[in-house]
């Protein structure tokens, strides 16, 4: 068998948008900004106050750093040193699902595990430490609502998290008294950020001009500093959870993908670019030109960075994946249109990205872009994916023109721990 042209190019044209709907959606994400400024009610975007802003870059001292945002928790002891030098001292990592052994994300667990065993691993990164005095920055990856730098409330949980008895509550008091249980008093959580504000944190401690943070990886979403021109508040980060962004006209694929995920109608955005869903979306187009729609192959955004390296004239290394995944061997021709479709679905991310980067680059600044602008950006597609970063570089230039030279995007690397340490440098000073 061998792919039918006409369902090919219809299923390509579903993951494509061009130059007039990409300016659409950047002017429909600066539209909810500006919404959510007045009423975060009225916006799809959350706004969330971190109740913090730029480092002023003289920080220093040793702080634990706790980064939790996912199936791995690392804790790091970190040494500032100032003008953006640090010294990772330790580190430890263990993830929060080990599957046959134990699961704290799951349903069936409980807040008091969970924190127990982060608890543990701030231990370890103390080693037995119970008498020096340690101030914690907490960055934790899930939306939460804040009324100061310490006060962070779990919204909802958002990735594949179900533990009850953490949503609504004050993370940082559940992590005290798991602390306090285990006898660390002398640790003390002082701040708690999300990922994306931790990123815009770690870069501006090192580059000039850092007005956006954003993760691009499992998850997506955004940060971004909020002059408060009308001066109603002090220069404060906000995270938008732009995950959650809705004003997009999804393809049917992504309409499936929704109505079949754990959270239907939530996170939009996040389930058409981040590595989590690209996949899931990938394996259903793949079905159809299969003839077997519905079948979940479960390929991976890894699988998607294998397809796209595949530079053989026989397309060797797609077949033998498709196969692996679908059970079924495919022509080479079909094996290249198959990469074709992968770079699609990229592009599409990587443009989407870009729109909602230049929504708050017009926002910021106007039609027009006057100053530099660096896009702090951490995560696996990002880095890691082909093609990413170019076509979310390129989209910028679609969308900005000759302005676009002005705006960098930089790759801010474990900017997640880093963050955590200056958020509790700061919440000393
Ligand atoms: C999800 C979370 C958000 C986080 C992002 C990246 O979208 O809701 O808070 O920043 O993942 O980890």
């Given at each position: 068998m061998s792919f039918d042209k006409n369902q090919f190019e219809g299923i390509l044209k579903d993951f494509t948008i061009d130059s007039d709907e990409l300016k659409t959606i950047a002017a429909d994400f600066r539209y909810d900004l500006k919404k959510g400024l007045k009423d975060p009610a009225e916006s799809s975007l959350k706004m969330l106050k971190s109740y913090i802003g730029l480092p002023t870059r003289q920080e220093k001292g040793e702080y634990l750093a706790l980064d939790f945002g996912g199936t791995n928790v690392r804790v790091l002891l970190i040494r500032?040193?100032?003008?953006?030098?640090?010294?990772?001292?330790?580190?430890?990592?263990?993830?929060?699902?080990?599957?046959?052994?134990?699961?704290?994300?799951?349903?069936?667990?409980?807040?008091?595990?969970?924190?127990?065993?982060?608890?543990?691993?701030?231990?370890?990164?103390?080693?037995?430490?119970?008498?020096?005095?340690?101030?914690?920055?907490?960055?934790?990856?899930?939306?939460?609502?804040?009324?100061?730098?310490?006060?962070?409330?779990?919204?909802?949980?958002?990735?594949?998290?179900?533990?009850?008895?953490?949503?609504?509550?004050?993370?940082?008091?559940?992590?005290?008294?798991?602390?306090?249980?285990?006898?660390?008093?002398?640790?003390?959580?002082?701040?708690?950020?999300?990922?994306?504000?931790?990123?815009?944190?770690?870069?501006?401690?090192?580059?000039?001009?850092?007005?956006?943070?954003?993760?691009?990886?499992?998850?997506?979403?955004?940060?971004?500093?909020?002059?408060?021109?009308?001066?109603?508040?002090?220069?404060?980060?906000?995270?938008?959870?732009?995950?959650?962004?809705?004003?997009?006209?999804?393809?049917?694929?992504?309409?499936?993908?929704?109505?079949?995920?754990?959270?239907?109608?939530?996170?939009?955005?996040?389930?058409?670019?981040?590595?989590?869903?690209?996949?899931?979306?990938?394996?259903?187009?793949?079905?159809?030109?299969?003839?077997?729609?519905?079948?979940?192959?479960?390929?991976?955004?890894?699988?998607?960075?294998?397809?796209?390296?595949?530079?053989?004239?026989?397309?060797?290394?797609?077949?033998?994946l498709v196969a692996k995944k679908t059970g079924r061997d495919i022509a080479a021709a079909d094996a290249s249109l198959v990469q074709d479709l992968v770079l699609r679905i990229v592009n599409r991310s990587a443009r989407l990205v870009a729109a909602s980067f230049v929504g708050i680059l017009w926002q910021l600044e106007g039609e027009g872009i006057e100053q530099p602008q660096t896009i702090a950006v951490d995560g696996s597609v990002y880095e890691k994916m082909p093609h990413a970063k170019e076509n979310l570089e390129k989209g910028l230039s679609e969308l900005l023109g000759a302005d676009a030279a002005k705006v960098e995007t930089v790759l801010e690397n474990g900017g997640s721990g880093l963050g955590a340490a200056i958020a509790a440098a700061v919440s000393q000073n």
């Open positions: 500032l040193e100032g003008d953006g030098k640090f010294e990772v001292l330790r580190k430890v990592a263990k993830p929060l699902v080990v599957p046959g052994s134990y699961n704290y994300i799951a349903a069936d667990a409980t807040a008091e595990q969970m924190f127990d065993f982060i608890a543990g691993l701030v231990e370890e990164a103390v080693e037995g430490d119970h008498a020096k005095q340690y101030f914690l920055g907490h960055t934790f990856s899930f939306p939460s609502s804040q009324t100061n730098l310490y006060n962070a409330k779990l919204i909802t949980w958002t990735k594949e998290f179900a533990t009850p008895g953490v949503e609504g509550e004050v993370v940082n008091d559940l992590l005290k008294a798991a602390l306090h249980r285990k006898g660390l008093d002398n640790v003390e959580p002082t701040a708690v950020i999300n990922d994306t504000v931790a990123v815009q944190l770690a870069a501006a401690y090192k580059h000039d001009n850092v007005n956006i943070g954003c993760i691009y990886a499992t998850g997506h979403n955004t940060c971004y500093l909020e002059p408060f021109a009308d001066k109603a508040e002090q220069p404060m980060i906000l995270n938008l959870e732009s995950g959650g962004f809705n004003r997009l006209a999804p393809g049917r694929f992504d309409v499936a993908l929704d109505e079949r995920s754990e959270k239907p109608g939530e996170q939009r955005l996040e389930k058409m670019v981040s590595g989590r869903y690209m996949g899931e979306l990938f394996g259903m187009a793949l079905a159809e030109l299969l003839g077997e729609a519905g079948k979940e192959y479960g390929f991976t955004s890894i699988d998607m960075s294998a397809i796209m390296e595949d530079e053989s004239e026989d397309c060797a290394a797609i077949r033998a």
